[in-house]
């Protein structure tokens, strides 16, 4: 059984969980159309869209009302962060949700103008905060709830540190959507070499946060997911690795253990041991 079916069936069994009741109560909250195909953004294709509330809910010990609610909320945010930059008509119905504001301003500050004069350290955390914002909203009743504080100030701390590993990749993926929308990239933006600088710490601030839950789906799932995260970050750092030879006109050759090793062998190297 993969993480997924994992997921899905602990869901189902220990909270009824009726995804098909969720999807439509986020069509009536995202005043979209009875005709969207909300279905399309089920928790088999995109469980990244479900998981937070429920996983955190349970760790933390919340009521099923609470996570369920929260569900509601945090699919519907995560979907509408989806289409913020799709038909003027979806849009707008967007802007009319008042909860979604917040998040809709987050993106606003990710613009170029608004990133000017500002340290790479806060561009980064400006850009996290989109769907920073999005957990928060999607795991408030959650906290209301909790009676072990430190229990849910862990937990978020592992998810958020795994999911600014995350961005790294995102941005790696969008840089041509983000030079259309004007918002900062960090792989555009920035010299690769802070790029790469910053990797070695965010996988192993993970690591340890992640190593500090007890075990639970929420830890297994946190794993896995930094796990597959390292290695596509090996995969970046290797094709920039193969870029920079062919502009020096040397072979890509692996690092010599005698010689000083520069920003991307260093990144290269951690994410190995991560992955």
Same mark, same amino acid.
């Given at each position: 059984?993969?993480?997924?079916?994992?997921?899905? &069936?602990?869901?189902?069994?220990?909270?009824?969980? *009726?995804?098909?009741?969720?999807?439509? !109560?986020?069509?009536?909250? #995202?005043?979209?159309? =009875?005709?969207?195909?909300?279905?399309?953004?089920?928790?088999?294709?995109?469980?990244?869209?479900?998981?937070?509330?429920?996983?955190?809910?349970?760790?933390? %010990?919340?009521?099923? *009302?609470?996570?369920?609610? +929260?569900? /509601?909320?945090?699919?519907?945010?995560?979907?509408?962060?989806?289409?913020?930059?799709?038909?003027?008509?979806?849009?707008?119905?967007?802007?009319? @949700?008042?909860?979604?504001?917040?998040?809709?301003?987050?993106?606003?500050?990710?613009?170029?103008?608004?990133?000017? &004069?500002?340290?790479?350290?806060?561009?980064?955390?400006?850009?996290?905060?989109?769907?920073? #914002?999005?957990?928060?909203? &999607?795991?408030?009743?959650? =906290?209301?709830?909790?009676?072990?504080?430190? +229990?849910?100030?862990? !937990?978020?701390?592992?998810?958020?540190?795994?999911?600014?590993?995350?961005?790294?990749?995102?941005?790696?993926? +969008?840089?041509? /959507?983000?030079?259309?929308?004007?918002?900062?990239?960090?792989?555009?933006? /920035?010299?690769?070499?802070?790029?790469?600088?910053?990797? %070695?710490? =965010?996988?192993?601030?993970?690591? @340890?946060?992640? %190593?500090?839950?007890?075990?639970?789906?929420?830890?297994?799932?946190?794993?896995?997911? #930094?796990?597959?995260? !390292?290695?596509?970050?090996?995969? @970046?750092?290797?094709?920039?690795?193969?870029?920079?030879?062919?502009?020096?006109?040397?072979?890509?050759?692996?690092?010599?253990? &005698?010689?000083?090793?520069?920003?991307?062998?260093?990144?290269?190297?951690?994410?190995? /041991?991560?992955?």
């Amino acid at each position: 059984m993969n993480l997924v079916e994992q997921f899905v &069936g602990f869901a189902e069994r220990k909270y009824a969980m *009726d995804w098909a009741a969720t999807q439509r !109560a986020v069509v009536a909250r #995202l005043n979209l159309d =009875l005709g969207f195909e909300i279905s399309a953004y089920d928790p088999w294709k995109f469980p990244s869209y479900w998981c937070a509330p429920i996983l955190v809910g349970d760790y933390v %010990g919340a009521s099923t *009302d609470a996570i369920l609610n +929260d569900t /509601e909320v945090f699919v519907a945010g995560c979907v509408g962060r989806h289409l913020l930059f799709g038909p003027d008509e979806i849009v707008g119905a967007l802007h009319g @949700v008042d909860e979604f504001r917040s998040i809709i301003d987050a993106y606003d500050r990710c613009r170029l103008d608004r990133a000017a &004069g500002s340290s790479f350290d806060t561009r980064f955390s400006t850009k996290c905060l989109p769907w920073m #914002l999005l957990l928060a909203l &999607g795991t408030r009743s959650v =906290l209301k709830q909790t009676e072990q504080g430190a +229990d849910y100030e862990s !937990a978020m701390k592992a998810i958020i540190r795994v999911y600014s590993c995350l961005q790294m990749i995102d941005d790696w993926h +969008d840089k041509e /959507e983000d030079v259309a929308r004007s918002h900062w990239n960090m792989w555009v933006h /920035e010299p690769t070499a802070d790029c790469l600088a910053v990797m %070695g710490p =965010l996988l192993s601030g993970s690591h @340890v946060s992640v %190593g500090r839950l007890r075990p639970h789906l929420l830890r297994t799932a946190l794993t896995v997911q #930094l796990q597959d995260t !390292a290695r596509e970050l090996m995969e @970046v750092t290797t094709f920039l690795g193969y870029i920079r030879s062919a502009e020096q006109g040397l072979p890509h050759r692996p690092p010599n253990p &005698g010689i000083p090793q520069d920003a991307g062998c260093l990144a290269r190297k951690r994410c190995r /041991e991560m992955a």
